[in-house]
């Protein structure tokens, strides 16, 4: 009776049976776009992808990178006492945080999943599982798509710990990842892109949710205006030609900021090049904007559209500052969303004088839950979020666009100009805010980013571009754990290799300082 | 007809027996002994004949013929050597053993108001650690045979009843499997302890076994017994938490100090005292009948119980409808005996909503229980738009009475077993059980459509439902011969087992509480599920006896298991012991030495109890309903690709044992002397793999190896016994140690270890560590830093790594939640009438994460950002700390203790009418215990060691009444 004792699971499908039909594709291909939003396989959390750490602030995607590009910054700040939660915007983390492990975890497990994906999608088994004609076509255009995914996930991983584990679809499920050094990775990325970047549906072909060449090329430009961090060799004339190659492909400013951050946001393509999908209903999770909107509240939180504030996250006065001059409180920058039923913005507010004091600090109401009908999101309990998640807007391409010609790239000045002041039109509603030539600096660039890019994961890198994150070049509050700020070992521009992921794989080494 | 008048005494002691059964044989004619031992029957003739029967003696038979007065004396069958034991497949002579086995019978079981029979053991087995969960109406207990073999593995003994090994898992509406056993028909339990008693059950005996026995029909006349009791428990420890003036003080102070006023308008006049509103006295009937003899040559035992038990947290009940019926008759001129054993329960659960006990303390007192609001009156947090204030405390009644969960679990669990005497081989047995255990469990969650906690949706309705079935078929051939020629014994068991357990799994989408409206993202995706899994076994035994003083016995069972891939499911577990009767050899004519035994043992088990079933396949997981992505207009589920060990196989435990078992004058003082080794290897294991190299960073795999040692010492004795009274005096002692020695695949010197033991509070903390060289679940915290009066000062930790600053590298390893010792102490006194008899048990060197302070005993409680007012415990009067400091070794504390289970007094009326006896007993369990630990109980039955909010264990007074007729 041998035999007896091979049993199959009910509902759980062994592979030849998950990648039977284009629909089994389709849904692979939906957790690999998916683990980007939410953490695991149940709405709001019990199946997580990765075990051992906690599923919403830890290993979906982002939250763990928002943590990571804003809490070390002068953009975010947490009451919170989760762990080592606080070493980030302390600036001094170790090698066996918890929250950083989780962000190992994350981009490496995404690439595994979608080297499994590219070798199930092979002519040979598509033929073998009798997929034919479009079918197979569409699959072997999303593997272009998983593609580009994949070099997102090493491009993130890049940003945040230099160097990192490598996979490709030549590596079976079980073989250990080698590690790739920073420029190794960097040359990776960009070959894949480029070549994905003739392959992807042209731009704003796409059905929503998918990515096309403007996602490529959006990648390309902010890896580009980076190149100086990542391989230590501008390479700005890259950055302005791929901007520019994403800005010339029919985008527009949507005409309101705030409403790129609320529940209808799907709508506004336009703008937004590639957004990871939230939905309140449907796609939950507590690392993706659900966070955003929940964090950033406290007892204001009907105004995000929430039915709770928890009370976490705010702003250091280092980025309201870039709105207001000295102790004024007004502006006519409409992107300055800091004033809430609750809380005003005023200097005394603004000060942080305790950490663990919601109260204290400036007040960030730009992720909501709200539509622009004024109808809250879909999920009648208020606690999931509807709002998408922009990875690549248009705005970050005229930026990159304009601070690669500054940085000596081939570009237009005049161009670049009139790039900076779109958005600035956009911001005050009228040409008020418009600069003029002279007042092109970097040092506006980097602020005008601040302004116009605030918590969509984008400060940490910029700091670093601009070598302020760990020197006093610039301080902002509790800036390396003292109130007046103060500068920090040069090795926190990288994150650490968690200890964990050494111990499991002797091929990792680690960062310096560490 | 004539009447036979005597006295029966006892043969030791020559004291008085009351309330010995004298019948005569054959007939239904008998009586009892009264006061003064004495009886009068009247016997149709001479040829009839006399039975004796006493508990705790051995019968005696008389043939009348011309005498007109018998006198008796019956002899003590606790001369315990005779005593016949449960083992494994069989039973065995207690002089005989070789294995670690202690049998428990029915007169030794813990006393007073038991509502599940595991808790029968608490405190009597040396080894045996019985911690029930909490005070729960039918909650089940963590029971763990020398200390933990397993890291993620099961660590619970497997549980054989009447030889069906059954499902210890649960079952949705059930708190607990085990409570559907009535413990009125268990007639003993046996606890399996080393590998040489435990290896026939091969693949699932790693942690030990216990083997229940119910009651059987026995030969004479049939007698009937109903006991009836009535319980009431009470809580007796609360949490000190801040009354309503105090919390007004601590704010009141603070914001004429800071000038902010912005709490102090947030307080209420009231002084609640939360707990007092969710705890009550619990009252409980537990009722009794059976029957038990022989009818029409077939011996029977029929028995129906009812008992019904509320919980002392308001909305908690528990009853148990129970029948069992055994009957033992024999054929073919006995040489076919049969014995079938059909148990039934029915259960009804109401479980409280355990969330109010937590509720309780974190509710503000000076707010009052009910006010004017939308949410049932209940009082609860509002925002500014008058509606509950997400996040904010529930009120603790309303958790309490706006949610009803009821559940149904129905049991059977029936066997049939042959034994077959092979006519030209009458030595020669053919055997074999047919067993069913099959359990359905059922039930509802309504949550009413006017609870704060579920008030968006209108409520909530939920039902579940379950079904577990396990088959099993033994076959077997038993070989017994005396070889009288060479003075030996042999007996041989060759066996066939094959056991198959199939879960059905329901699932039902959750409504609003009207059942009219389902809520969106809670439909299933797949209606049912059926986990299921087989084991098919091969087993042999041999025994050994050679002048009836150098006994050996040796098995080996071949176990496959559907849980692992066919390249890999069979296990092979071998099991060695010998055993010497010293006496017999060295003592023979000592007065001093009655008894004494030198027992070594030597045995491989197995381990396949994990909640997987599937784990070497590759397979895909579809995502729930709420985790889908949308491309275009359509949303996707996901599938996602599960890790996987292709290669995963049986974790094996090496058990080595050394006993020496003895008695003295005239075993008035005896016991047991136990060394024993637990090596596992091939932990069945959660560990870190390559991050990439499949699909989690943790694997669940064959890694690893850990160690756990210790002694045991019994000692039983009876300091008086005299005419009339007798005590006795019975202690047991456990040291063990546990040590985790290798958790990786290659050694790595930089591996600290795997983060476990989750707690309440922030996010994703954990408060324990899987570390080489330590203890499982070992604490990792921070060195706290304490002024010159000992107050602890916040956020100021020792720099243990001398690096300058206070980060992750400075936690170090500090204590464990395991006992390093456990102590069991009974006695009873008889005097004449009176019984009286007391029991308790205690640990020593465990500690406990008191997650209950480090979260409720901070400032920020008390002013909560969200602009509510919590309540905090009394601690926050003498630490003052403003936030929480999770990861302090402040709050782990010294948990040892011991615990008095239970005083019980019995009275023996007597006959009371007609051949009816009474007997009375009162019994208080949980009577008091005596610890340093400052959290409610020091008892906690989580590996993990966090203690947070336990269901208080009540204290419980029982009045009882025993009929015997």
Known sequence: CSNKLDLFPQNDFTPDKAYSSVDGYNSVLAKIYGALSVGGNTGGGGQPDITGLDEGSQIAFIRPFFNMQELPTDEAMVTWNDQTIKDFHNLSWTSTDPFIKGMYARPIWNVALINEFIRESTDAKLNERGIT?????????????????????????????????????????????????????????????????????????????????????????????????????????????????VIDAGYALTPKYHELFQADNHTKTGEIIWAINCDGLKTQGYGNTTFLAHAAAGDDYPDFGVNSGWAGYRATKGLSSKFFSGNTTTTNDKRALFTTSKFRIDPVENEIDDVSNFANGVHVKKWTNNYTSGAKGTDITGNFVDTDFPIFRLSEMYLIYTEAVLRGGTGDRNLALSYINKIRERAYGSTSGNISANDLTLQFILDERARELYWEGHRRT???????????????????GVSAGRAVDTKYKLFPIPAEARTVNTNLTQNPGY | QRTITGKVTDATDKSELIGVTVSVKGTTVGTQTDVSGNYSIAVPNNQAILVFSFIGKTSKEVVVGTQTAINVAL???????????VVAYGTSKKADLTGSIIAVNAKDFQKGNIQSSEQLLQGKVAGLQVTSGGGSAGGGSTIRIRGTASLNASNDPLIVIDGIPVEGNGIAGSANLLNTINPNDIESMSVLKDASAAALYGSRASNGVIIITTKKGSSGKPTF????????????????????????????????????????????????????????????????????????????????????????????????????????????????AVNVNLKLANTNNRFADEGAIGSALRMDPTKPVMTDNPYGGYYQWLDGQGKYKQLSGFNPLGLLEQRDNTSTVNRLIGNIELDYKLPFLPDLHLRTNLGLDNTKGSGTDLINALSATNYLTSGRLTDYKQSKSNKLWD?????????????????????????????????????????????????????????????????????????????????????????????????????????????????KNSKIV?????????????????????????????????????????????????????????????????????????????????????????????????????????????????????????LNTTPIKKDKLRWDLGFNFTRNNTEITALRKQEDPNFTGIPVSGISGGTGNSIGLHAIGQWPYTYYVFQQVYDENGTPLEGVYVDRNKDGQINDSDRYLFQKPAPSMLFGVSTSVNYNKFTFSASGHAMVGNYLYNNLQSERSVLRNLIDP????????????????????YLSDYYIENASFFRLDNINVGYYVGKVFGNTTLSLNASVNNVFFVTKYSGLDPENSSATGVDNTIYPRPRVYTFGLNFDF
């Open chain 2, 594 to 714: 009655s008894d004494m035994k030198l027992r070594v043992g030597y045995g491989v088990t197995g381990q396949q109890d994990f909640g997987q079933f599937y784990p070497y396949l590759a397979r895909y997981a579809q995502s729930t309903a709420t985790a889908q992505y949308q491309f275009g207009d359509k949303f996707y589920t996901f599938y996602r690709p599960a890790a996987y060990d292709a290669n995963i196989s049986w974790e094996t435990t090496t058990t080595k044992n050394l006993a020496l078992d003895f008695g003295f004058a005239n075993n008035r003082i005896n016991g047991t002397v136990e060394l024993f080794q637990k090596d596992t290897k091939d932990l069945l294991a959660t560990v870190p793999v390559a991050y990439g190299s499949t699909f989690d960073i943790n694997l669940f795999t064959n890694v690893g190896s850990l160690t756990n040692k210790g002694v045991e010492v019994v």
């Open chain 2, 475 to 587: 076959v077997s051939l038993f070989y017994e011969k005396d070889l009288v020629g060479i003075k030996s014994k042999i007996d041989v068991l060759a066996l066939h087992s094959y056991q198959d357990f199939v879960t059905n799994v329901y699932n039902f989408p959750a409504y609003s509480a009207d059942g009219k409206t389902i809520i969106p993202g809670t439909e299933p995706i797949f209606a049912t599920d059926k986990p299921q899994y087989r084991l098919d076994s091969y087993l042999g035994r041999i025994n050994y006896s050679f002048m009836g003083k150098y006994l050996a016995t040796a098995s080996i069972r071949r176990d496959a298991s559907s849980k692992f891939s066919p390249a890999t499911r069979v296990g092979y577990f071998p099991a060695v012991a010998l055993a010497w009767k010293v006496r017999d050899d060295i003592f």
């Open chain 2, 225 to 336: 017994n109903f006991n009836t009791a009535v319980s009431a428990g009470q809580v007796f420890t609360k949490v000190d938490v801040l009354t309503g003036d105090q919390v007004r003080e601590i704010i009141n102070a603070r914001a004429a100090q800071t000038g902010d006023n912005t709490y102090k308008n947030l307080l209420g006049t009231e002084n609640t005292d939360w707990q007092d509103q969710i705890f009550r006295t619990a009252i409980g009937t537990d009722n009794n009948l059976s029957a038990g003899g022989t009818y029409k040559k077939v011996p029977f035992r029929v028995s129906l119980g009812y008992s019904n038990q509320n919980g002392i947290l308001k909305t908690n009940n528990f009853n148990r409808t129970s029948g069992a019926i055994n009957l033992s008759p024999k054929f073919l001129d006995n040489a076919l």
């Open chain 2, 866 to 885: 969200l602009l509510v007012i919590n309540n905090a415990t009394t601690l926050l009067t003498k630490t003052n700390f403003f936030n929480n400091r």
């Open chain 2, 75 to 85: 002899v003590d069958d606790s001369k315990i050597l005779d005593e016949v034991v």
């Open chain 1, 133 to 245: 004609g479009a079918n197979a076509t569409n699959i072997k255009n999303a593997v272009a798509e998983v593609r580009f995914l994949r070099a997102f996930n090493y491009w993130a991983a890049m940003d945040l710990f230099g160097k990192y584990s490598f996979l490709t679809e030549a590596d079976a499920v079980g073989v250990t990842p080698v590690e790739k050094s920073s420029s190794e990775l960097f040359a990776y990325i960009e070959k894949e892109l480029k070549e994905v970047e003739n392959i992807l549906p042209a731009a704003k072909t796409a059905i929503y949710g998918r990515v096309d060449k403007s996602a490529a090329q959006a990648l390309l430009a902010r890896m580009y205006l980076n190149a100086k961090t990542y391989i230590g060799t501008e390479k700005n004339t890259e950055a302005a030609t791929y901007a520019k190659k």
């Open chain 1, 462 to 480: 910029d700091l670093i571009r601009f070598d302020q994150l760990t020197t006093s070049t610039y301080l902002w509050p509790w800036k390396g």
